[in-house]
């Protein structure tokens, strides 16, 4: 599937982030992939093009991408983007919108979602999340669902077999079909990374060598984007069928409470959050869930970005976004 970068200028925002666009996820049928991907530049407006972009206004930025899902900035502050469907990291020039292979050969997405998933950084060194790659029960392959390092262009070293642990560790309280799960966004973390689980409804902390444990349980909440502060992790909830407002949220929560803070709530599909340089916090919507049955997308043109406000309330930065989830990245 050719997916697209755009640019969407911030108004105020003092950042350089990056929406991609993602699969429909949540307990339940997680069939439905994005076909859109975009960009948040900073308020100053392409400045090449002598051009000042108003806030919220899209730009494309890129096009051609198959399957893009997560991303990050990454060396050189170029963004680098999942292509799920080729099992490839494409390395996107931020001033010109070009694109260059960076890795390839990672196992491609079976089942029309999934593969590479989301990428993060530590140092130099990238990280790739695969997912839906493997499942013993509905489509059994050779493949590893986790977390792979990439050694060089067409060369990686799994690090942590993700889908193996929550075959042996599964959840409780709520039904799950896919047992090696639905890992949808990996984030640096204490010198390792949290991993959420969309679909048995988790975060994972898993360490540079491997070691899997279990860092925060949910009820059929969906996690989907990631963002740390500090030692408190803040998480965007999508909420389950059928993805009412009030249960898309954002939550905060760290590793020496087991108490989850709402910090705000009141949005549909909530399927990422960042902060930006001003320490302000950003959420993303999805938009207004079809209804027509589980793993369907949003209706069209309704994904938003929204600020967080101090009263648990969400203000619209940008709207009108034609995509089925998003994901934004400093």
Known sequence: MKTKVLQ????????????????????GCNEEIADQNFELLSSHGNEKSGHKWEPGEPQQLATGLQGGSGSSIGPGGALYVTEGAVGRISRIDPGTGEISTYASGLP?????IGGAMDIAFIGSTAYVLVT?????????????????????PNSFTLIADIGAYNLAHPPTGFDFFVSTGVLYSIHTYRGGFLVADGHLNRVLYVTTKGEISEFMEFGNTVPTGLEVSGNTVYMAEAGPVPHEPQSGKVVSFSPKSSNITTVASGAPLLVDVEFNRGRTLFALSQGVWDGQMEGSPAIPD??????????GTFTTIAN????????IHK
Do not use: M, Q
């Not at 491609?108 to 029309?112: A, D, K, L, S, V």
């Not at 839906?132 to 060089?152: A, K, M, Y």
């Not at 309704?302 to 009263?311: C, E, F, I, P, Q």
């Open 8 to 27: 969407i200028i911030g108004g105020k925002l003092n950042l350089f982030a990056v929406l991609v666009a993602l699969i429909s996820l949540h307990t």
């Open 108 to 112: 491609p997405y079976i089942i029309g």
């Open 132 to 152: 839906l790659v493997n499942d013993p029960n509905l489509f059994p392959t050779s493949e590893v669902n986790g977390i792979f390092r990439i050694d060089g």
């Open 302 to 311: 309704d994904g938003s970005l929204l600020r967080v406000n101090s009263d």
């Open 320 to 327: 009108g976004l034609e995509t089925n989830l998003f994901r």
